[in-house]
């Protein structure tokens, strides 16, 4: 990029080197009738420091957002970190697929209780009443456990 009026930071560097140089900014010496040198490049600087500034990290996730690779690695048994939210939309599916608590524990990497803890954490109370019900069947004294944990 040509050190002209075209330049993008053309009219960073002019603002600065009239501000600070001034009339003065003649006898320092004019590059492309626009800014002295070291106005020039503090223009740029100061672009590419924005630049990098707009590049750092997004904001912190959404805890509640499903990173939907990592639920389907999880279902299918791979060790994925998931939050709370991708344990319970995992376990969700899976039970959708029709598997017992029992596999989707296994699958999962979780014990019975965290597995109806999560479950039962829904926002849907009947669907949780029921998912309680099915872990009470499947292992009495771990979702016995759990609803004690909840309540
Ligand atoms: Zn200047």
Not at 29 to 56: F, S, T
Not at 89 to 115: F, Y
Request: aromatic share 2%; charged share 25%; hydrophobic share 45%.
């Amino acid at each position: 990029m040509s050190l002209n009026r075209y330049n993008p930071v053309a009219k960073v560097a002019r603002a600065l080197c009239r501000r600070r140089c001034g009339t003065n900014a003649a006898s320092v010496g004019m590059i492309g009738r626009v800014a002295c040198g070291a106005h020039w490049e503090q223009a740029i600087r100061n672009d590419e420091r924005v630049a990098v500034e707009h590049d750092l990290p997004p904001a912190p996730q959404d805890p509640d957002l499903i990173d939907d690779i990592a639920v389907e690695a999880a279902m299918t048994g791979k060790p994925v970190s998931l939050t709370r939210a991708e344990q319970r939309e995992a376990a969700r599916r899976l039970q959708a697929d029709g598997l017992s608590l029992n596999v989707i524990a296994m699958r999962l990497r979780l014990s019975h209780a965290v597995l109806t803890a999560i479950l039962a954490s829904a926002d849907g109370t009947d669907r949780d009443v029921s998912v309680l019900a099915t872990a009470n069947a499947f292992h009495a004294e771990c979702a016995a456990s759990t609803l004690a944990a909840v309540a």
